[in-house]
């Protein structure tokens, strides 16, 4: 067999292949045989129908055509593997460039390759604001503002007022092909002078303060520039006109602030033991927003300085799994996609063009670069870490309504098997993650650990599944074993429908 491979740029190969003559031949007889066995050929058993007669009622076109497909099915696993070539998924049969003797041309998918920049030496300042009393003491007067008694007011809004309206908004200047409408008429509710980011932000930054002076029923016309600065990129410098309709004014009387009213909110005796919970509720959302950001800002730093190659189906398939969750969403809203584009006023092909091709070769590139830093750094999970956080993971789901029916049989197993799996993924991504963080902050020089005991595992973020290596999944099965008694057998099987979801598909 002789074999020539040629490099393409979308980081596949073409292979061609010829064949010794005799092969053909060969194959030619195996072929006569398989179309005596499935055609009804008279006088003779399915099977039995001699060479000749079959050449005689089929012709040998149809006979050297089927000799061609069996040479490709069984010879295609032996051409990849002199070729040196460990594919990332099917390879195409291009074209047979001559069938005697049998030549074949293949373009074959070559696994990703991912050449990773100096990332110990990435340095990133890790900033994270304190939690101050007067953070506790702006989340207190929320918290003190939903138990308030709400009563009419006949009177023009002032501050700490809360007042019901109906918001519309357009665009002062719009681009050919784009909607005016930015806002279409909306009902709305608003506490005029909240300090709060999440209730202030919205249209935008004292939006509320507008409203100030407003009584029942009075309009107003304001108009908005959005700073270049501004977190969404379709508004930066952007004109917009908003119309408000007061429908009506609250006035709030406020509860007073002490140990009984710490009482009313929870479990607490004191007002100063609220407020502590609340110091660390306030710092524990803190740490976990910015650690986000954080370490999004650092992974897509990576990757930009990253050298990542793929071939084409690698992406169309991280593409389709989009669409797909895409229609599952539209599904639970009672919505289908073609009515979903109708309202977006968009093709397919351009939804996937602008927003779904784009998303997915981020996530796509985001991934292979955390599965080839995660093999360099050795992440591992440990047995006995898994064991406690799947364990606490069931305690906590056994208080979920719906958890009978998952007591018994075949389901519980499944379930147990997908609450591993979980959770194996979610430490696994903790510690790629923590690694990191201790890389870009310097704290200190993070040294590899030995063998994994383990296993490798992929990592991917942004709510992605991201599947650890099937021998991590396998170790997790003596935790399961000790929820449902689990036969050797369940866990051969369960192994093996890890590796199984592990190969690429067709």
Same mark, same amino acid.
């Given at each position: ?10 980081? @596949? ?11 053909? @031949? ?12 499935q055609?009804?050929?008279?006088? =003779? ?8 007669? $079959?050449?005689?009622?089929? &012709? ?17 696993? #032996? ?23 049998p +030549? =074949? ?17 990435v ?23 939903s ?11 002032? *501050? ?5 309206? #109906? ?23 608003? =506490? ?75 479990? =607490? ?17 803190? $740490?976990?927003?910015?650690? @986000? ?17 793929y ?6 398939? @991280? $593409? ?17 996609l073609?009515?979903?584009? *109708? ?5 397919r ?22 599965e ?11 047995? /006995? ?19 009978? #029916? ?32 201790n ?10 650990? &030995? ?20 021998n991590?999944? +396998?170790?997790? %099965? ?16 369960f192994? /093996?429908? %890890? ?8």
């Open positions: 067999m002789k074999i020539t491979t040629e490099p393409r740029e979308d980081h @596949q190969v073409q292979i061609t292949a010829e064949l010794e003559p005799e092969i053909l @031949q060969q194959y030619k007889r195996r072929a006569a045989r398989k179309i005596s066995e055609a009804k050929v008279p006088g =003779f058993r399915p099977g039995k129908a001699p060479y000749d007669v $079959i050449r005689r009622l089929y &012709g040998e076109d149809a006979i050297q055509s089927q000799a061609i497909e069996l040479i490709v099915d069984d010879y295609y696993p #032996k051409v990849l593997e002199e070729a040196k070539i460990d594919p990332s998924g099917p390879g195409t049969l291009e074209k047979i460039i001559n069938q005697d003797p +030549t =074949f041309s293949f373009t074959v998918p070559l696994m990703p390759e991912i050449i990773l920049p100096d990332y110990r030496s340095r990133k300042e890790y900033h994270l604001e304190t939690v101050t009393d007067e953070d506790v003491d702006r989340y207190m007067r929320i918290l003190q503002r138990h308030a008694t709400i009563e009419p007011a006949e009177r023009s809004a002032e *501050k700490g007022d809360l007042v019901y309206l #109906k918001i519309s908004a357009r665009f002062m200047e719009v681009p050919e092909g784009e909607e005016v409408d930015f806002i279409k008429e909306t009902p709305l509710q608003v =506490f005029i002078g909240d300090e709060s980011p999440e209730n202030d932000n919205w249209p935008y930054k004292g939006f509320s303060n507008e409203l100030i002076g407003l009584s029942a029923n009075e309009e107003k016309t304001i108009q908005y520039v959005y700073p270049d600065s501004h977190e969404s990129e379709k508004l930066r410098g952007r004109s917009v006109e908003f119309k408000v309709v007061v429908q009506s004014v609250k006035s709030l009387t406020l509860p007073e602030l002490n140990d009984e009213f710490a009482k009313t909110v929870g479990e =607490f005796e004191t007002l100063q033991e609220l407020k502590e919970r609340i110091h660390v509720s306030i710092e524990q959302n803190r $740490i976990q927003e910015y650690d @986000q950001k954080f370490l999004n800002e650092l992974v897509d730093q990576i990757v930009e300085q990253s050298i990542i190659k071939p084409p189906q690698v992406l169309d398939h @991280q $593409i389709e799994h989009a669409m797909e969750d895409l229609e599952s969403d539209l599904k639970q809203r009672s919505m289908d073609p009515t979903y584009l *109708k309202t977006r006023n968009m093709s092909d351009e939804l996937i063009a602008n927003e779904i091709r784009p998303v997915s070769k981020r996530r796509l590139e985001r991934s292979l670069v955390l080839e830093i995660s093999k360099q750094e050795k992440i591992s999970v440990q047995p /006995e870490e898994l064991e406690s956080a799947f364990a606490a993971t069931m305690q906590g789901l056994r208080e979920s309504p719906g958890f009978d #029916k998952y007591q018994k049989g075949a389901s519980r197993r499944d379930f147990n098997q997908a609450v591993v799996l979980d959770t194996a993924n979610r430490l696994f991504n903790q510690h790629l993650m923590e690694r990191l963080k890389i870009a902050m310097g704290l200190q020089e993070v040294e590899k650990t &030995g063998e994994d005991e383990i296993g490798q595992a992929e990592a991917k973020i942004e709510g992605n599944e991201s599947p650890a290596a099937s991590l999944e +396998t170790q997790a %099965i003596d935790s399961v074993a000790k929820e449902e008694s689990i036969s050797p057998q369940s866990e051969s099987s192994s /093996e429908r %890890i590796n199984e979801s592990n190969k690429p598909s067709d």
